[in-house]
């Protein structure tokens, strides 16, 4: 055997390398000699080493924490946090209904069960729901759609007042029939009668279908429907988080989509409902990380053990390479939760990155030792030549990885620091782990020798690369050149809802409000010390073509109110408070509500055969055959009667009810707004926030840097999740 000199007169640099390949040499030498011992203290190590991992692994998605808190903008938002922090880590509940009135009572019900949850639920907050909106709601339309409510409700003065004596399905079609009698007639008439009857016939071919449909008495007292946003209604949940979860949010979440089931909240009752908001992102994006982590970490050793089983065709090696590996993988994974806490959207790929970068150290050991141990040297001379003659290397390599990635520390991207730190120590523990550990478990793992002269070449026309060199650096040329065009067009997408699974509920219904809602789920938070200075901010952000709104505490003390009061105090004359709450009647059985559709099938055919209004003659005619039908049908379901029953008034009762309690609005201050709307805009020091929606698109990051950069221009201590992503 040839061993390199030890004793050759070098330069410096020359001599540092030959020491440093000496102590690798002797590091090994070591390992073999101690085996049994290094691999003992190996075990311990990685078993302490997952235990730490176990207790303290947790994953924070959190993209404000993978930014420098000293930035300026992160100092503005730590202060939010802490001054309004209601406002942070919560679940919007998007409640979509059938009609106003179902979407409204849905977010009721869910609110009131939540609330009673205390121990998975913080806080429940029903934006306009409260009773201080039920009372004063009427203040908040202007003037022109008041008077147009105060005469939507003067011609159907006589149905509500009907409805309020005899809140029943009876009574209802009783008030129809004399509706019939004087149409076409002089005096007064029962407005939207064609209307209605449509309305009834459609709540019975539904429940024929099996579908539900209760009709919309809401949009027929106020005239228009008010489209999809007037159907929809939200919830804004803070839950408390269990820590001791991968998943911190995930038991509140489960809480509140098993509520959710338990109020038959769903299709079938004529509501969706659905999840998004910050908590229920992050635990999607949990989620997928971890799925995708452990998916790509069992891909990259799947991938690596067909590698070395291809490189070293002996199990005893594959083996060793494979313990040294997970050995150092979970030294690893210690490490990172010990330096630098929970793990990041960034840090946590450092399972891929060691994995990869750990296994071609074992590769490039195991096959020099295969090499000098197939070429007739004993095993320890074997393991000395490798360590002269690759240590080096495997060093010079450990050390240049991890200089590429500790260029990643001086930056103010903390999550990309974190990866740094981490994947730059994991090269030197890959080195430790290669040199110490895969010697010794070779030495208690001793392989056969290969019989007979290895080839140390290969034919030609197994290296299609040296074959067809030439051919090869040509397309590459052309590919490169090819590619260019594409490589200058390429731009970064900084907004990290973009990398998640746009299939999760909270993704997609979070994506859905920010391009359909007009109140869009990004919104520009600016602090100000009072709410004067707030309100004079807010003025002048109202100016800008980019911003739909800026609201502050203020913005909800309505305008004009003596006048509206006045309009209100108006229709309360027409229509008393005290007359809008629904007499407390039994509910009619089965065989009162069938003989009431049977009488009003005969004035519907009676009515047809005589109208003047052929279009509403046409309305009679249809439900008076509809009616046959549906008796014909259900003649054997009594149950099904009281069910059309609570389809229909159930709906009209509760807005009568609530009509009655708006009409007793009276004069709004500061002082009577609610506190949970205080503590969203008014802070216990008087300091007061600013909330800023955008009149732009901001799923497009075009539109969301133009959002930001125009209210910078008049608040340049903006905060928010438009302004963190765009930084």
């Known amino acids: 055997m040839n061993w390199p000199d030890p004793k050759r007169h070098d330069s410096r640099l020359e001599r540092l390398g030959r020491g440093i390949v000496l102590g690798v040499v002797t590091l090994v030498d070591g390992s073999r000699r101690a085996a049994g011992a290094v691999l003992v203290l190996a075990l311990l190590l990685t078993a302490a080493s997952l235990y730490y991992t176990v207790t303290h692994f947790a994953i924070n998605t959190d993209m404000r924490d993978a930014l420098s808190r000293d930035l300026p903008f992160q100092q503005v938002q730590v202060r939010l946090d802490r001054e309004f922090p209601v406002l942070s880590d919560t679940v919007l509940v998007v409640i979509d209904g059938q009609t106003t009135g179902l979407a409204t009572s849905a977010a009721r019900r869910l609110a009131a069960r939540l609330r009673a949850r205390s121990h998975w639920i913080r806080e429940v907050y029903l934006p306009g729901g409260s ?3 039920r009372r004063n709601g009427l203040l908040y339309l202007s003037e022109k759609q008041l008077w147009a409510l105060s005469n939507r409700l003067s011609e159907a003065q006589p149905l509500i007042s009907q409805l309020s004596r005899d809140p029943t399905l009876p009574g209802l079609l009783s008030l129809l029939g004399r509706g019939l009698e004087r149409a076409g007639r002089t005096g ?11 309305r009834l016939r459609r709540a019975m071919r539904a429940q024929e279908q099996g579908r539900f449909y209760q009709i919309p008495w809401g949009e027929l007292m106020r005239g228009a429907s008010g489209g999809e946003e007037a159907r929809r209604t ?3 949940i803070q ?8 998943q911190p949010a995930l038991r509140a979440l489960q809480v509140i989509r098993g509520t959710v089931h338990a109020l038959h909240l769903d299709a079938k009752h004529g509501v969706r409902v659905r999840l998004t908001g910050s908590a229920a992102l992050d635990n999607e994006q949990l989620k997928t990380v971890s799925q995708g982590a452990g998916i790509a970490t069992v891909l ?9 089983v291809l490189a070293l065709r002996s199990a005893r090696m594959v083996a060793a390479a494979l313990l040294t590996l997970f050995m150092g993988l979970a030294w690893t994974a210690a490490f990172a939760l010990f330096a630098t806490g929970p793990l990041n959207l960034m840090s946590v790929a450092f399972a891929v990155l060691f994995v990869g970068l750990s296994v071609d150290f074992g590769i490039q050991f195991s096959m020099r030792y295969r090499e000098e141990y197939d070429a007739g040297a004993p095993h320890d001379e074997a393991l000395q030549l490798t360590g002269w003659g690759i240590g080096g290397a495997l060093c010079l390599a450990a050390v240049s990885a991890s200089i590429s990635f500790y260029s990643f520390v001086p930056t103010e991207y903390a999550g990309i620091v974190d990866l740094g730190i981490i994947a730059g120590t994991s090269m030197f523990i890959a080195l430790l782990a290669n040199l110490t550990v895969l010697p010794a478990l070779l030495t208690l793992m001793p392989i056969a020798r290969r019989p007979g002269p290895q080839q140390r070449t290969l034919p030609l026309w197994r290296l299609p690369v040296q074959r067809y060199a030439r051919a090869i650096v040509v397309g ?3 590919l490169a050149a090819a590619s260019l065009p594409l490589v200058l067009q390429a731009r970064f997408d900084f907004n990290p809802l973009h990398l998640q699974n746009p299939h999760g509920e909270a993704v997609a219904t979070f994506e859905y409000l920010l391009k359909h809602s007009k109140t869009s789920p990004y919104t520009i938070d600016i602090i100000e010390p009072d709410l004067e200075r707030a309100g004079r901010v807010a003025a002048k952000l109202e100016k800008l073509d980019v911003v739909s709104s800026a609201l502050t505490l203020a913005s909800y003390i309505p305008g004009d109110q003596a006048k509206k009061l006045s309009i209100i105090q108006e229709m309360s004359l027409l229509l008393p408070p005290f007359a809008l709450l629904p007499a407390k009647v039994p509910a009619p059985g089965a065989a009162t509500i069938r003989s009431a559709l049977e009488k009003f099938e005969r004035k519907l055919e009676s009515f047809h055969a005589g109208a003047a209004d052929r279009g509403l003659a046409r309305e009679a005619a249809a439900l008076a055959r509809a009616i046959r ?6 003649t054997s379901s009594p149950g099904t009667l009281v069910t059309l029953q609570r389809r229909v008034i159930s709906g009209l009762l509760a807005q009568v009810r609530d009509l009655g309690i708006a009409l007793g609005a009276a004069p709004v201050t500061l002082k009577d707004l609610p506190h949970p709307l205080r503590d969203r805009y008014l802070a216990a020091d008087g300091t007061a926030r600013v909330e800023v929606f955008s009149a732009l698109d901001l799923s497009d990051n075009r539109n969301m840097r133009r959002f ?3 209210v910078r221009t008049i608040a340049p201590d903006a905060a928010g999740a438009p302004v963190m992503l765009v930084e």
């Open 131 to 133: 009773e201080f909106f």
């Open 188 to 198: 007064p008439q029962l407005s939207n009668l064609g209307t209605i009857l449509a």
């Open 234 to 236: 939200y919830v804004i």
């Open 239 to 246: 839950p408390r988080f269990d820590y001791g979860r991968l």
């Open 300 to 308: 990259s050793v799947v991938l690596v053990l067909m590698l070395l």
């Open 476 to 478: 590459g040329a052309l």
């Open 629 to 634: 039908g549906y008796l014909v049908r259900f």
């Open 708 to 710: 930001v950069g125009a």
